[in-house]
């Protein structure tokens, strides 16, 4: 029985409550909101994280976070934004479609985020680096080269972030100059033909400006391996840069001026075929490698696939002629069929071209002036710009049934202007300002399909799609925190957004010629060269904040609050011929939460816990079904309303100076509560990448070597539970429950100049699903699995 709202609101207060008073009675429970820390003999070093936009201490922040320092994130051996997924409770962080290229974030926070790159489509889970916001997920998965560290905020924080961070958010602070001259070598080699190289200077200019560069390439060869080519899909190959100048003009004003460039030349994403579909039994029925029908789980029967009825209409089983016969040793006219399923994570039978290859590029410069002792001005100004080509053989065959070619680009401009101060004797703690936003971003998605057969609107559907968007976004906001008393306080904040997106499209047939453009009542109409009116919609929302923690003792915090955000709404980004164009709604949240933050014994036990009831609404999501014409569509349609509740729980601790343990556990319920009847998807479905239990854990040892350095030891797991990785929970896009082992041995001298460090990940090589695409409206499911079992020896060297 699905429990009231109010019954489960209990809930998460018994379970905040009993948290709190097991810290209180028992000293045990620990929250760990960052993944390292030195030897000490007073406990762990305070963590001073930016999640409310000013610098605080983790323990004092009344806000669900993680935090991984850049010393932490060497040790675990993580080179980029997916390597901190397994170390963060409720987070499920991979590379987004593959269609979108390896290095797309798809991100999700308890259960909150977007799979898709494509605009409109907007990410639910914010991604900063150094507080400038990046749109698009496409080359959002940063690498980590010698950065101060990243936070994970979880939550909506749609006041002091604004839109499109409904789950929460994940920044990336980079490491400032320090106006001392000094410097960092590391070399790295591993297996998969791993070579890495990363430099950075710090260096004066003169007594009030100080420089910092940084250059990194990373190279690794892929772990999919194409059989017809050798072709190798998910290998590395980056260059990065990064430079940064801060001017003190005076005491009280500074300057940062910061640009960073990534050239990245890859191979496409590393996908394999995970199942058919047999369009010739009367209903979906999917086939493993061997030809044998998959059954479902829960009920053991025949696994029907959403939407099947499409493979009748549109599938054509005929042969296909196979033009790769005499490489792979087959005749001409083999068909599409399971013996193009390798049933080997890595390997694929795709001969397609297969591309993931990126340019990006930004500026910024923040303006800090702080006018009295009282009263601070911040300017945030950026530009970043994106060109990237990509390309995948979608159905991993030698047949040309789904081949993608994408040429994306994307600009953006960002202002943001801040004045913060303290207010009634040091009692009023606020922040205003406003933001404004402007994105320009066009994608010549360039989808092959089968030759004749579809046909929509006397065209055949050899169509290629060039979408153009352009978006405006204003904001202002409004956030304070009022000390009631010494131990208690309250905060509430507003932020007001107005959103405008204005959205092109134009068809070409390459055989024909002809240019199709998408009206706004979603006619098709041919013209010679002209373009029809764009789509346009505006969208405002008001993201309030409200919240109270108590400061029970020194080292125990309670507090309580309440947000809302919301996701930007839009078109589908995927129309074919003859289908509508009615733009879908934004998404909502409306987030309660409780928690408590401790620390006992000096610092070398620390304990943090939240739980949290989430009211899901207008859930954006892609569908596949027939139009009443009986034309494929792709809509991204709001399918309905859920409901999440669960908790994080991470704890860490330092029995002795020389002993760290670190654990995270995070718990996820969710439920639709209400679905559109045309969304295909049933009550018992759970959202996509969303697994119900998370938890990870580390144990760390150091031992002294004579009088010059330290060996640090250190091992850990990671296990996630049952995934689906689409929303119509099919069988073949489900990821069991499934652990992951890492672990490390690191010496270092004591001055800290030399560190030789050998790290090993997914030690036991474990096979596991990290995203897929359900095409079984073209008869089948590909599949993209997890790095495998790696290792690596580093040495740098600190000047």
Same mark, same amino acid.
């Given at each position: 029985?699905?429990?009231?709202? &109010?019954?489960?609101?209990?809930?998460?207060?018994?379970?905040?409550?009993?948290?709190?008073?097991?810290?209180?009675?028992?000293?045990?429970?620990?929250?760990?909101?960052?993944?390292?820390?030195?030897?000490?003999?007073?406990?762990?070093?305070?963590?001073?994280?930016?999640?409310?936009?000013?610098?605080?201490?983790?323990?004092?922040?009344?806000? *669900?976070?993680?935090?991984?320092?850049?010393?932490?994130?060497?040790?675990?051996?993580?080179?980029?934004?997916?390597?901190?997924?397994?170390?963060?409770?409720?987070?499920?962080?991979?590379?987004?479609?593959?269609?979108?290229?390896?290095?797309?974030?798809?991100?999700?926070?308890?259960?909150?985020?977007?799979?898709?790159?494509?605009?409109?489509?907007?990410?639910?889970?914010?991604?900063?680096?150094?507080?400038?916001?990046?749109?698009?997920?496409?080359?959002?998965? %940063?690498?980590?080269?010698?950065?101060?560290?990243?936070?994970?905020?979880?939550?909506?924080?749609?006041?002091?972030?604004?839109?499109?961070?409904?789950?929460?958010?994940?920044?990336?602070?980079?490491?400032?100059?320090?106006?001392?001259?000094?410097?960092?070598?590391?070399?790295?080699?591993?297996?998969?033909?791993?070579?890495?190289?990363?430099?950075?200077?710090?260096?004066?200019?003169?007594?009030?400006?100080?420089?910092?560069?940084?250059?990194?390439?990373?190279?690794?060869?892929?772990?999919?391996?194409?059989?017809?080519?050798?072709?190798?899909?998910?290998?590395?190959?980056?260059?990065?840069?990064?430079?940064?100048?801060?001017?003190?003009?005076?005491?009280?004003?500074?300057?940062?001026?910061?640009?960073?460039?990534?050239?990245?030349?890859?191979?496409?994403?590393?996908?394999?075929?995970?199942?058919?579909?047999?369009?010739?039994?009367?209903?979906?029925?999917?086939?493993?490698?061997?030809?044998?029908?998959?059954?479902?789980?829960?009920? !053991?029967?025949?696994?029907?696939?959403?939407?099947?009825?499409?493979?009748?209409?549109?599938?054509?089983?005929?042969?296909?002629?196979? =033009?790769?016969?005499?490489?792979?040793?087959?005749?001409?006219?083999?068909?599409?069929?399971?013996?193009?399923?390798?049933?080997?994570?890595?390997?694929? !039978?795709?001969?397609?071209?297969?591309?993931?290859?990126?340019?990006?590029?930004?500026?910024?410069?923040?303006?800090? &002036?702080?006018?009295?002792?009282?009263?601070?001005?911040?300017?945030?100004?950026?530009?970043?710009?994106?060109?990237?080509?990509?390309?995948?053989?979608?159905?991993?065959?030698?047949?040309?049934?789904?081949?993608?070619?994408?040429?994306?680009?994307?600009?953006?401009?960002?202002?943001?202007?801040?004045?913060?101060?303290?207010?009634?004797?040091?009692?009023?703690?606020? %922040?205003?300002?406003?933001?404004?936003?402007?994105? *320009?971003?066009?994608?010549?998605?360039?989808?092959?399909?089968?030759?004749?057969?579809?046909?929509?609107?006397?065209?055949?559907?050899?169509?290629?799609?060039?979408?153009?968007?352009?978006?405006?976004?204003?904001?202002?906001?409004?956030?304070?925190?009022?000390?009631?008393?010494?131990?208690?306080?309250?905060?509430?904040?507003?932020?007001?957004?107005?959103?405008?997106?204005?959205?092109?499209?134009?068809?070409? !047939?390459?055989?024909?010629?002809?240019?199709?453009?998408?009206?706004?009542?979603?006619?098709?109409? *041919?013209?010679?060269?002209?373009?029809?009116?764009?789509?346009?919609?505006? /969208?405002?929302?008001?993201?309030?904040?409200?919240?109270?923690?108590?400061?029970?003792?020194?080292?125990?915090?309670?507090?309580?609050?309440?947000?809302?955000?919301?996701?930007?709404?839009? &078109?589908?980004?995927?129309?074919?011929?003859?289908?509508?164009?009615?733009?879908?709604?934004?998404?909502?949240?409306?987030?309660?939460?409780?928690?408590?933050?401790?620390? /006992?014994?000096?610092?070398?036990?620390?304990?943090?816990?939240?739980?949290?009831?989430?009211?899901?609404?207008?859930?954006?999501?892609?569908?596949?079904?027939?139009?009443?014409?009986?034309?494929?569509? %792709?809509?991204?349609?709001?399918?309905?309303?859920?409901? =999440?509740?669960?908790?994080?729980?991470?704890?860490?601790?330092?029995?002795?100076?020389?002993?760290?343990?670190?654990?995270?556990?995070?718990?996820?319920?969710?439920?639709?509560?209400?679905?559109?009847?045309?969304?295909?998807?049933?009550?018992?479905?759970?959202?996509?990448?969303?697994?119900? &239990?998370?938890?990870?854990?580390?144990?760390?040892?150091?031992?002294?070597?004579?009088?010059?350095?330290?060996?640090?030891?250190?091992?850990?797991?990671?296990?996630?539970?049952?995934?689906?990785?689409?929303?119509?929970?099919?069988?073949?896009?489900?990821?069991?429950?499934?652990?992951?082992?890492?672990?490390?041995?690191?010496?270092?001298?004591?001055?800290?100049?030399?560190?030789?460090?050998?790290?090993?990940? !997914?030690?036991?090589?474990?096979?596991?699903?990290?995203?897929?695409?359900?095409?079984?409206?073209?008869?089948?499911?590909?599949?993209?699995?997890?790095?495998?079992?790696?290792?690596?020896?580093?040495?740098?060297?600190?000047?």
């Amino acid at each position: 029985m699905t429990k009231s709202i &109010w019954e489960k609101r209990g809930l998460y207060s018994t379970l905040a409550l009993m948290a709190s008073l097991t810290c209180l009675e028992q000293n045990t429970i620990a929250f760990a909101a960052e993944e390292d820390g030195k030897t000490a003999n007073v406990g762990f070093e305070e963590i001073v994280v930016t999640a409310r936009k000013r610098e605080e201490t983790l323990q004092n922040v009344p806000v *669900s976070v993680t935090a991984f320092s850049g010393e932490g994130l060497e040790k675990r051996g993580i080179t980029n934004l997916q390597g901190i997924n397994n170390f963060t409770p409720n987070l499920e962080l991979s590379n987004g479609r593959p269609d979108g290229g390896g290095s797309a974030a798809q991100a999700y926070i308890r259960g909150i985020g977007q799979s898709d790159f494509l605009f409109p489509n907007d990410p639910g889970v914010g991604l900063y680096i150094d507080d400038v916001y990046l749109a698009r997920s496409v080359g959002g998965m %940063l690498s980590l080269v010698d950065v101060e560290r990243v936070e994970v905020l979880r939550g909506p924080q749609g006041t002091l972030y604004g839109k499109n961070t409904i789950g929460g958010a994940i920044k990336v602070v980079t490491k400032k100059p320090t106006g001392e001259l000094g410097g960092k070598v590391k070399v790295t080699v591993g297996n998969y033909d791993q070579i890495d190289g990363a430099f950075s200077l710090d260096f004066p200019l003169t007594d009030n400006i100080a420089g910092r560069v940084q250059a990194a390439t990373l190279n690794k060869d892929g772990y999919v391996t194409r059989i017809a080519d050798g072709v190798d899909l998910g290998n590395v190959n980056k260059d990065l840069f990064r430079a940064d100048f801060v001017i003190e003009a005076s005491d009280d004003f500074s300057i940062h001026f910061a640009g960073d460039i990534q050239r990245q030349r890859q191979n496409g994403a590393p996908g394999t075929l995970l199942a058919i579909v047999d369009s010739t039994a009367g209903a979906a029925i999917l086939l493993d490698g061997a030809g044998n029908t998959v059954l479902n789980p829960v009920t !053991n029967q025949p696994s029907v696939v959403p939407g099947s009825g499409l493979i009748e209409a549109f599938y054509n089983p005929v042969v296909i002629p196979n =033009l790769w016969g005499p490489v792979l040793g087959l005749p001409a006219g083999s068909a599409f069929d399971g013996r193009w399923i390798t049933g080997n994570s890595s390997q694929s !039978n795709g001969t397609a071209p297969a591309v993931d290859n990126n340019d990006i590029w930004g500026l910024s410069m923040i303006l800090d &002036w702080t006018l009295s002792e009282t009263l601070s001005v911040k300017s945030i100004s950026a530009y970043r710009k994106i060109k990237a080509t990509f390309s995948r053989d979608g159905d991993h065959s030698p047949f040309p049934i789904v081949e993608t070619f994408n040429k994306f680009k994307q600009s953006q401009i960002s202002q943001e202007i801040q004045l913060s101060g303290v207010s009634f004797d040091g009692k009023l703690n606020w %922040l205003a300002g406003i933001y404004g936003f402007h994105e *320009s971003a066009s994608d010549n998605n360039n989808v092959k399909l089968i030759s004749g057969t579809f046909d929509i609107a006397g065209f055949e559907l050899d169509l290629v799609p060039l979408s153009s968007i352009k978006v405006d976004s204003l904001a202002g906001f409004l956030h304070g925190t009022y000390d009631v008393t010494e131990k208690l306080s309250v905060t509430a904040g507003l932020r007001y957004t107005y959103d405008k997106k204005k959205l092109s499209r134009t068809f070409t !047939n390459p055989q024909s010629g002809y240019i199709i453009t998408m009206r706004e009542e979603g006619v098709a109409e *041919s013209v010679d060269g002209r373009f029809g009116p764009p789509l346009e919609e505006s /969208w405002s929302e008001f993201s309030p904040k409200f919240g109270v923690d108590y400061q029970a003792t020194e080292d125990l915090m309670l507090y309580a609050l309440y947000s809302r955000g919301f996701k930007s709404g839009g &078109w589908s980004p995927r129309p074919q011929v003859g289908t509508e164009n009615d733009p879908y709604e934004p998404e909502t949240l409306n987030s309660f939460e409780v928690g408590t933050k401790s620390k /006992w014994h000096d610092g070398r036990l620390i304990a943090n816990f939240s739980a949290f009831f989430n009211q899901y609404r207008n859930i954006q999501i892609t569908t596949v079904r027939s139009d009443p014409g009986g034309l494929l569509i %792709l809509p991204v349609e709001n399918a309905g309303e859920a409901e =999440l509740y669960g908790f994080e729980l991470e704890v860490k601790a330092m029995p002795t100076p020389e002993l760290q343990i670190h654990m995270g556990l995070g718990y996820l319920h969710n439920e639709y509560t209400d679905l559109d009847e045309t969304s295909g998807l049933l009550k018992s479905n759970k959202l996509a990448d969303a697994p119900e &239990w998370t938890f990870n854990g580390s144990v760390q040892y150091a031992i002294p070597v004579g009088d010059n350095g330290e060996i640090s030891l250190r091992g850990g797991g990671a296990y996630k539970s049952k995934t689906y990785k689409d929303p119509f929970n099919t069988v073949p896009l489900t990821q069991e429950g499934y652990w992951l082992f890492d672990a490390g041995i690191t010496y270092e001298t004591l001055d800290g100049d030399w560190r030789v460090a050998l790290v090993g990940t !997914n030690l036991a090589d474990k096979k596991y699903l990290s995203n897929g695409v359900d095409v079984s409206a073209f008869g089948y499911f590909e599949g993209y699995f997890g790095r495998p079992r790696e290792y690596f020896l580093s040495v740098t060297r600190n000047f």
